[in-house]
């Protein structure tokens, strides 16, 4: 499948276009970042290099599947659900590309006897603070998102911690945040790309968002 990924040199794009071409993909890597895109795929990987919001239809209509794992800078974290909009807004009423949103974990579900958004516990966690604006930036694009019913798009939300790690078995869920069996919430961006290429090639969700954390 010929699959473009938004932010192909953060940890999450770059674990996603490694899994995709392990697997057989066509990957096109589209990143501001020219030279760190080159260093990291190298130079035969097509490379789409520019603002992502700059980006024209023209440019993306050609792809099977389109993930958006751009990150911005935490003073511009507003970025994800204009991109997000955008997006949506070029391929209303179309099959084809499929949009792919990667969502942290702030929109999901979580507490025992008292269920509430993982949103409120991380606005409880003083090393969080910096990145508050792009977690709860994520948790408008699911809200934008789950309202949007004439376009192709899949969102996928993380667990809390996502690490640097090898691939290990998954499991997945719908709106409620996952655990592992030691009961920590976590995957590795490995395993990460591993969701998303299998959820792309054996397509099992539509419209909609669920969540993934290690077993």
Do not use: C
Request: avoid cysteine.
């Amino acid at each position: 499948m010929k699959i473009a990924v938004l932010g192909a040199t953060t940890l999450t794009g770059n674990a996603i276009m490694r899994q995709g071409v392990m697997t057989g993909n066509q990957m096109t890597a589209v990143d501001e970042d020219a030279d760190k895109a080159i260093s990291l795929f190298g130079q035969t990987t097509p490379l789409i290099a520019g603002n992502p919001m700059e980006l024209i239809k023209e440019q993306l209509d050609q792809f099977d599947v389109i993930v958006d794992a751009y990150l911005p800078k935490p003073e511009q974290a507003y970025l994800q659900v204009d991109l997000a909009t955008k997006l949506v807004a070029m391929f209303r009423e179309t099959h084809a590309p499929k949009l792919v949103f990667m969502l942290g974990a702030s929109s999901l579900l979580t507490g025992y006897g008292f269920e509430h958004l993982v949103m409120q516990d991380l606005r409880k966690v003083p090393m969080v603070k910096p990145y508050l604006p792009i977690f709860e930036e994520q948790l408008n694009e699911y809200l934008f998102l789950r309202d949007i019913k004439n376009v192709n798009w899949l969102g996928i939300s993380s667990p809390m911690d996502v690490y640097e790690g090898p691939v290990t078995k998954y499991q997945l869920g719908d709106n409620h945040l996952l655990r592992n069996q030691a009961g920590k919430s976590q995957i590795s961006y490995s395993t990460l790309a591993k969701v998303v290429i299998d959820e792309i090639e054996k397509p099992a969700h539509h419209t909609t968002r669920f969540t993934t954390a290690e077993e």
